[in-house]
């Protein structure tokens, strides 16, 4: 298992190592000049040409890619172009935006998709069932902008329950951001609810049709003991697994919310550097989104053989 | 007479097909009393297991009792709420079912599993659990606890079930197969177990199987099944000596029994196949397959009448069912069964090892990587117009050896040689004439046709492309493969999915047939088919070796077919051969231990096999079966390789017990038996 996990572990860097080449050469790909872009259409070459070799940018490919990548493992991750701030603070910033609206939209959304596609699942067939799916497929097929939109119109204008703006100040408290972090929070969850709905439902479905659940019936358990202690374990792997796997999208995917909020999480910051052609920012954000999503996949594999005593890590046979 | 534990009243069960209510069990009327078991056979689709879980109360939810009452000691169950049935079932009904890794939660540890059945106080319950492991004799009841059920083997898995199933003080319990999944020594094992606790217990049971000779050795009575009705209930003694059902008969008699030999007895068969459900006969349901049935079988049902007090039957002619069961009288060896013919096929000292994945550290330490020796050294000679028969249990490498042969897996070493000239390890490298000569048989006719392609289409392939004709000439050819195997020329334009399992494989069979090889590999070519099929695929292949001069290499679990079809045979165990010979040298009596344990499975007083391990080390150097072989003489098994004795005739025992007192320990054992 701890050899597993080492292995793991070197793939793990590997997979960021190439990553970070082709973050890096497909930045320098971009078409346009980042010296014109910072000083406008009227600077004179002699200006450019001392801005570029400020930033390095006159310094041959590989030296520049080794140097920035130095700077990223070590912690120097660059002053940004654009706003003349270093960069590494103001990624960690909107990374723990971020992650505080993952982690709201995961308490909203998985107990929620499992507790609807439970039901639906041990109800399969019937109205209730079809209407649950109906219902959370429905919501899933808008984009989050209509879906968004609606919301503010219902709980901010209307009811006033909740403001339309989340564009929350890093020093606010937790418990003011809070009412903030609803909307999109909910925003997100639509999207995500019918794959965990229905992902439990046919989990739930296949493992009531198991042998197992006739011998925990034989044993006079009753359904609701059999369905929370043989069914529920077994039928929400495959939910938990894609969970965790989508967790790479819900921290740094969830792009179209956060401008619709206007909250400052990551995927913000990307559209910001992407406008402003900030090369360095980009790379910095591009670089943590990767290494969000490669640990999110090892850690649905982990969770995954941690779940499933069948599943054995790094020994697998013939 | 006591009142019966179980009673089962004019008991109709359907499950719901699309819009339809097909019937699968029709106005069964039986009882069982205290100790007493009763056995249920009958071929698949004859409702057996469906009659097992409605009477527990326990069909899936496509199934429903239409009509009739199930009582357990007075009570009726059909009516139950939910909470009193509940009840019933953790004390009073019980099941072991065919497959046990199924039945087993496979995310929870067996002692939680087990300890949750016995319910109630948690300490209590924990202590009672170990007791009932150590009750079903699994030696060490405290790390099974722990496992998880991947983690044992099939027997140990089954042994966990029948403990479950046998804790307390059960009043009903239903076995529905509970060996079909596992190896006959271990299937020996189980059914020593289960008569042991059944004694000692006291339930009613129902014991149902397709096995005849299973239920012969455990059944006190026994009642045959067919398209959903009782045919005949008997005491199983006379049911087995006086059939009273053509069905009954049919089925006894298509047995392969010792005796019986392929070139002298065709086995009797029953024609055509079972009616599925929503397609019966108006009369009689057996009629269209019966060669007693006349006008009055087609339109009158017979109804279940007793013939004498405790023999019922469903039959109008039931006086007329023949009785002459006795085996016909022993031929003498033919001559031609001993004529060697030419060598064929020669393989030597094949191996085949699956090194398993190595960590790193052990690879960067220079460590050999852990090997599974699938086949350890394998000779095989094959003479032109013989069966050789290959019989092992599962995972003796039986299948890898004939993957090798026809170059679907490539032996780590040794050689095949095809009439002397050497055969390239790789299929893809052999000659069209190679693959020609050499064809196969797989054990799942279900899997091996391709679903697209219609019957005609499936035969011409082979034709074209190795017989090298033209896709007129194929296709010409075809109706007379199929009359060769015996099926209508109209099967031409069908697909696989419109023939029965025994249908299908006949397809297979002629597939193989088609560019006239000169050796089948037919791996468990009949395991998966029910007797009567069975029965007629045998004779069928004994029919075409005898018409085109094929030969066949046969593998079995199955001694009774191997002493039926094979001339030659070979036991394997783990990867090598322990014995080989004249089929009659070899099986009568048997003299290599684990050949003997084989061969004795079935009876009650045969010797035992200590259970394998399923990861157990082997002896580096000394006999493979040594950990478990009941006779072994000592120390010297676990050092040295056995040696191989000669009994002359080609009978060669790989053993270190001298040939003469394995000899003496067969005579001794037969006059016990």
Not at chain 2, 47 to 58: D, E, F, M, N, V
Not at chain 2, 366 to 380: E, I, S, W, Y
Not at chain 2, 467 to 485: S, Y
Not at chain 2, 536 to 541: G, I
Request: aromatic letters at 4%; proline letters at 7%; hydrophobic letters at 45%.
């Amino acid at each position: 298992m701890i050899q597993y996990l080492l292995r793991r572990l070197i793939l793990l860097g590997g997979t960021i190592l190439i990553s970070s080449l082709i973050i890096f050469l497909i930045c320098r790909l971009l078409p346009g000049d980042v010296a014109r872009v910072l000083l406008g259409r009227e600077a004179g070459e002699a200006a450019l040409a001392a801005l570029r070799a400020e930033l390095g940018l006159d310094q041959p490919l590989p030296l520049q890619y080794l140097n920035w990548l130095i700077g990223f493992v070590s912690g120097d991750w660059g002053i940004a172009y654009s706003t003349r701030q270093p960069i590494r603070p103001l990624v960690l910033e909107r990374l723990t935006n971020s992650l505080l609206l993952a982690g709201a939209t995961l308490m909203l959304s998985l107990p929620l998709g499992i507790a609807l596609g439970v039901w639906a699942g041990w109800r399969a067939g019937k109205l209730d069932d079809t209407l649950i799916s109906v219902s959370t497929l429905a919501v899933t097929g808008l984009p989050e902008f209509v879906t968004g939109l609606l919301l503010i119109d219902l709980f901010a204008f209307r009811l006033r329950w909740l403001p339309a703006n989340s564009s929350i100040r890093p020093d606010t408290p937790f418990f003011e951001i809070l009412p903030q972090l609803l909307l999109p929070a909910i925003t997100a969850t639509l999207v995500l609810l019918a794959y965990i709905a229905r992902l439990t439902r046919a989990g739930v479905i296949s493992e009531l049709e198991q042998e197992y659940t006739r011998t925990a019936l034989l044993k006079g358990l009753s359904p609701l003991t059999m369905l929370r202690r043989h069914v529920l374990r077994n039928a929400l792997l495959p939910t938990i697994t894609v969970v965790a796997i989508s967790l790479g999208w819900l921290i740094s995917g969830l792009i179209v919310v956060e401008n619709v909020y206007n909250y400052p999480g990551i995927g913000r910051l990307l559209t910001f550097a992407i406008d402003r052609r900030d090369l360095l920012l980009l790379q910095a954000v591009a670089m943590v989104t990767v290494v969000i999503f490669a640990v999110a996949n090892l850690l649905a594999d982990l969770m995954y053989a941690l779940l499933d005593p069948r599943i054995r890590l790094g020994s697998e046979e013939r | 007479m006591t009142i019966p534990v179980l009673t089962v009243n004019n008991l109709t069960v359907a499950y719901r097909v699309g819009q339809q209510e097909l019937a699968v069990v029709r106005e069964v009327s039986l009882a069982v009393h205290e100790g007493e078991i009763l056995g249920i056979v009958g071929e698949s689709g004859s409702g057996k297991s469906t009659l097992g879980l409605a009477i527990l109360q326990a069909l899936p939810s496509t199934g429903r009792i239409c009509a009739g009452q199930v009582f357990l000691d007075g009570v009726e169950l059909t009516g139950l709420s939910g909470s009193a049935r509940r009840a019933l079932w953790a004390n009073s009904l019980r099941l072991v079912p065919q497959n046990p890794l199924a039945a087993l939660n496979p995310t929870m540890r067996i002692g939680e599993q087990l300890i949750e059945a016995i319910g109630g106080d948690r300490t209590t319950a924990t202590a009672q659990a170990i007791n009932v492991l150590k009750r079903v004799h699994i030696p060490d009841p405290a790390r099974v606890m722990r496992s998880y059920p991947h983690e044992l083997s099939g027997g140990m898995q089954q042994r966990v079930m029948i403990a479950m199933a046998l804790h307390g003080t059960p009043r009903l319990l239903v076995l529905d197969e509970p060996t079909t999944s596992l190896d006959v020594t271990t299937e020996a094992a189980v059914i020593d177990l289960l008569a042991e606790l059944i004694a000692e217990k006291q339930p009613a049971t129902i014991f149902i199987s397709h096995n005849l000779g299973l239920v012969a050795r455990l059944a006190t009575r026994t009642a045959v099944m067919y398209a959903g009705e009782l045919v005949e209930v008997a005491p199983t003694m006379s049911l087995f000596a006086q059939p009273r059902h053509p069905y009954t008969q049919g089925l006894l008699q298509s047995l392969p029994r010792p005796g019986l030999r392929y070139d002298h007895h065709p086995l009797h068969s029953i024609n055509g196949i079972i009616p599925a459900p929503g397609a019966l006969p108006a009369g009689c349901v057996f009629a269209p397959r019966c060669s007693l049935a006349d006008e009055r079988c087609r339109c009158e049902r017979p109804s279940l009448i007793a013939i004498t007090e405790h023999h019922l039957t469903r039959c109008h002619y039931w006086q007329q069912v023949p009785q002459s069961t006795s085996l016909p009288s022993v031929a003498a060896p033919s001559a031609s069964s001993n004529d060697n013919g030419d060598v064929f096929l020669t393989a030597h000292q094949l191996t085949k090892t699956i090194s398993r994945r190595q960590s790193l550290f052990d690879k960067l330490r220079g460590q050999p990587a852990p090997v599974v020796k699938a086949l350890a050294g394998v000779d095989l000679t094959l003479h032109r117009n013989r069966i050789l028969g290959v019989v092992g249990e599962s995972g003796s490498g039986k299948t890898t050896l004939a993957r090798c042969l026809i170059g679907l897996s490539e032996p780590s070493s040794g050689t095949v040689e095809l009439l002397d000239m050497p055969l390239a390890p790789n299929i893809q490298r052999r000659s069209r004439e190679q693959l020609r000569r050499l064809q196969m048989v797989l054990q799942n006719p279900q899997e091996a046709l391709n679903p697209a392609l219609t019957i005609g289409e499936a035969l011409m392939r082979p034709l074209i492309r190795l017989g090298g004709m033209d896709r007129q000439a194929a296709r010409q050819r075809v109706p007379e493969l199929l009359r060769l195997v015996k099926l209508p020329p109209d099967y031409i334009d069908r697909r696989p999915a419109q023939l029965s399992g025994g249908e299908k494989q006949r397809v297979a069979i002629a597939r193989a047939l088609a560019a006239t090889p000169d050796l089948l590999l037919l791996d468990e070519a009949v395991s998966a088919l029910d007797v009567s099929v069975q029965a007629a695929v045998l004779n069928l292949l004994a029919e075409v070796k005898e018409r085109t001069g094929v030969s066949y290499l046969f593998i079995t679990h199955d001694l009774a077919v191997v002493s039926y079809l094979a001339d030659d045979v070979v036991v394997m165990y783990r990867g090598q051969i322990v014995e080989s010979g004249p089929v009659q040298a070899v099986l009568a009596p048997p003299l290599h231990p684990y050949t003997e344990a084989l061969l004795t499975a079935a009876s009650a007083r045969g010797i035992r096999l200590r259970e394998a391990e399923e990861s157990g080390s082997l002896p580096e150097n000394g006999c493979p079966f040594y950990p478990r072989c009941p006779r072994t003489p000592g120390n010297i098994c676990a050092t040295t390789p056995p040696p191989w004795r000669d009994a002359g005739n080609g009978h060669r025992i790989r053993c270190h017990i001298p040939l003469e007192e394995l000899q003496i320990i067969q005579r001794s054992v037969l006059i016990e038996l």
